[in-house]
């Protein structure tokens, strides 16, 4: 899971509270580049490297009980592992394991 470390807070769990809950899956955190924090907004689920679910939802109780949202399931395999090699290519540039 990639997270952006900087959207903690206002009762959302930090990076390692996340990690903690659902060891032992890895949880990754944006870091800084180029002198400033990224910051990772995209929400995506990718299931069995097979099905990607991609949202403007944020995975949140208020997102889910008080906003209109909208997101696309896909069950495209070719779709889904490109998506994954990308986030896999800049893992190291852009994120850090959560402790």
């Known amino acids: 899971m990639y997270l952006d470390a900087s959207a903690s807070g206002r009762g959302a769990p930090t990076a390692a509270e ?3 809950h659902l060891a032992p899956a ?3 955190r944006t870091v800084e580049f ?3 924090v990224v910051r990772n907004h995209a929400k995506f689920v990718a299931v069995d490297h ?3 679910l991609v949202s403007s ?3 949140s109780w208020s997102a889910e009980h008080g906003n ?3 997101g696309v399931l896909l069950d495209d ?3 889904t592992e490109a998506v994954e090699r990308q986030l896999r290519d800049v893992e190291d540039t852009l994120y850090e394991v959560a402790p």
């Open 34 to 36: 180029g002198g400033a």
């Open 26 to 28: 890895v949880i990754l």
């Open 57 to 59: 939802a944020n995975f």
């Open 68 to 70: 209109v949202e909208f």
């Open 50 to 52: 097979r099905f990607l």
């Open 77 to 79: 395999r070719n779709l």
């Open 18 to 20: 996340v990690a903690d």
